[in-house]
């Protein structure tokens, strides 16, 4: 009997390696891994570059504490503010800790402008972490089960839906933020359009409140641009990332800028782990990985190869409702619930998930090659065929 908390509904599986795209089980069976740890394996497995880093890094320090400098978190946040535009950035270990981070700072910010009960809005079928503040800030009631009472101080509205924010605005001044991921990723794989974006970021400065950005699934290159908001040329004044920024080694970062720069100072938040030398020298590996080898390029051009493929594939199949996302973040939704499509996937050596009942996932790593992308449509549309057809 296993003394590990039964937390997950694991498949009955345990990989021993990994080369690029594919995986390899105790078994010696190979899979092509199109989930890539749910976005987090930026640059498929075993990449010389990012091994190397790892590996000489950890031959001279692994971890200090924020107690002293670290030199190569400096050149990190350096990186994250050259891509993005922004100022700031604290180190943190995980996506729910940095919005949780990004959720304290719009506390703050609201609190300074004379706010006694600040109050952020966020979206129908968010995902923005477990903790207890950011299950609050979830949209998913499955989620948020059994863990009342929840954080208060959260307005929920649909999603994309800027006439709802604008009713908000017009009658209730505890709003001091809007906080929403450019895709929602557990949500189905739902896309922002970029109208959409630019006229919230219009009224957030109307309004003299934060626009946060959860970007901790579709940053990092994955839709073609180095973070999500960039496609419409908005800007945010906090942005939130982890999952893909070291390909795989542990770490977040809230990002700031405009009207949020500046408002913690020492004392206000921490981490212990956060931005360790490890965690640096991996994010910065994948920074310069993902330029030198042009991974957004390929991101764009494999993505559609994907989707079109798929959409060619699967023409005129009842139960297909859409086939959506952008980069390497790509969702195929059908008219019923797919669970089981992640079970039957994995027997015949292809990883993905399914998310929001009936959205079939697929996060491949940037380095995903036309060929991988061949194979796994040839994969996945005979296997979505043959469950709408036969259950």
């Given at each position: 009997m296993s003394h590990v908390m039964n937390t997950y509904a694991r498949l009955p599986i345990a990989f021993t390696h990994g080369e690029g795209a594919w995986m390899y089980d105790e078994t010696g069976k190979r899979y092509?891994?199109?989930?890539?740890?749910?976005?987090?394996?930026?640059?498929?497995?075993?990449?010389?570059?990012?091994?190397?880093?790892?590996?000489?890094?950890a031959g001279r320090l692994i971890h200090t504490s924020n107690l002293y400098g670290i030199p190569l978190q400096e050149k990190l946040a350096d990186r994250i503010a050259e891509s993005s535009g922004m100022d700031e950035v604290f180190f943190c270990n995980s996506g729910c800790e940095a919005n949780e981070a990004a959720i304290k700072l719009a506390r703050m910010y609201g609190n300074k402008q004379g706010v006694a009960l600040p109050h952020i809005i966020v979206m129908e079928n968010a995902f923005h972490g477990r903790t207890m503040a950011t299950l609050s800030a979830t949209g998913n009631r499955k989620?948020?089960?059994?863990?009342?009472?929840l954080v208060q101080g959260f307005i929920r509205v649909p999603y994309k839906d800027i006439e709802a924010i604008r009713r908000i605005a017009a009658h209730d001044n505890s709003v001091v933020a809007v906080m929403l991921e450019m895709i929602q990723g557990e949500g189905g794989v739902n896309v922002a359009d970029e109208t959409f974006q630019r006229e919230l970021r219009a009224l957030c400065d109307d309004k003299g409140w934060l626009m946060i950005c959860d970007e901790v699934q579709c940053g990092m290159g994955?839709?073609?641009?180095?973070?999500?908001?960039q496609h419409a040329g908005t800007k945010p004044d906090v942005m939130t990332?982890?999952?893909?920024?070291?390909?795989?080694?542990?770490?977040?970062?809230?990002?700031?800028?405009?009207?949020?720069k500046g408002l913690f100072g020492p004392g206000n938040h921490g981490s212990t782990f956060g931005g360790n030398p490890l965690a640096c020298a991996a994010g910065l590996a994948t920074f310069d990985t993902?330029?030198?080898?042009?991974?957004?390029d390929n991101a764009v051009a494999i993505g559609d190869q994907i989707r079109k493929g798929l959409a060619e594939a699967l023409d005129g199949v009842a139960g297909v409702v859409d086939?959506?996302?952008?980069?390497?973040?790509?969702?195929?939704?059908?008219e019923r619930p797919c669970g089981p499509l992640m079970a039957r996937a994995a027997e015949q050596g292809l990883l993905l998930s399914v998310t929001s009942e009936r959205v079939v996932r697929l996060l491949p790593a940037l380095t995903f090659s036309a060929e991988d992308a061949r194979a796994l449509v040839s994969m996945l549309a005979p296997m979505i065929r043959d469950f709408l057809a036969n259950g």
């Open positions: 092509l891994d199109a989930l890539s740890g749910i976005a987090v394996n930026t640059l498929g497995h075993n990449h010389p570059r990012l091994v190397k880093a790892i590996a000489e890094q989620a948020q089960a059994g863990f009342e009472p994955r839709t073609g641009k180095w973070y999500g908001w990332l982890a999952k893909g920024l070291a390909s795989g080694v542990p770490i977040g970062a809230c990002v700031t800028s405009g009207r949020a993902i330029v030198n080898e042009k991974l957004m086939i959506r996302g952008r980069g390497l973040m790509i969702g195929v939704e059908l």
